[in-house]
């Protein structure tokens, strides 16, 4: 059996914001950790039923970004969704709406 490992490693300043967020894969083929400006975690607990999150964005994380972040993340786990229901339905819901929520955004943006 193979172990593969994700570290994340958060550097907080003295309010304990993060100010730099590294990771790496031992399967990665990169040579050194990858910088983010943000980033969400989450796992399901079965025996409680529910989802444990962890999100954490840096002070360089522009309100843009985090848009754009969003959207991203919502656009993906639609495509999850579709990959471990085959719910197709819902999956274009889901797609939809993450496609009004960035237009949306991009319109408040503008005012």
Same mark, same amino acid.
């Given at each position: 059996?193979?172990?593969?490992?994700?570290?994340?490693?958060?550097?907080?300043?003295?309010?304990?914001?993060?100010?730099?967020?590294?990771?790496?894969?031992?399967?990665?083929?990169?040579?050194?950790?990858?910088?983010?400006?943000?980033?969400?975690?989450?796992?399901?607990?079965?025996?409680?039923?529910?989802?444990?999150?962890?999100?954490?964005?840096?002070? !360089?994380?522009?309100?843009? !970004?985090?848009?754009?972040?969003?959207?991203?993340?919502?656009?993906?786990?639609?495509?999850?969704?579709?990959?471990?229901?085959?719910?197709?339905?819902?999956?274009?819901?889901?797609?939809?709406?993450?496609?009004?929520?960035?237009?949306?955004?991009?319109?408040?943006?503008?005012?």
């Amino acid at each position: 059996m193979h172990t593969s490992n994700i570290s994340i490693d958060v550097v907080l300043d003295e309010g304990k914001v993060p100010e730099k967020i590294q990771w790496r894969a031992s399967d990665s083929t990169a040579d050194t950790a990858q910088q983010a400006k943000a980033m969400m975690l989450a796992f399901w607990d079965g025996a409680d039923k529910s989802a444990l999150r962890i999100d954490l964005w840096t002070k !360089e994380m522009m309100v843009d !970004e985090m848009a754009d972040f969003y959207y991203q993340a919502l656009m993906t786990m639609a495509d999850t969704f579709q990959r471990a229901t085959n719910q197709g339905e819902l999956t274009t819901d889901m797609k939809n709406f993450a496609s009004k929520f960035i237009k949306r955004f991009k319109e408040l943006q503008l005012q």
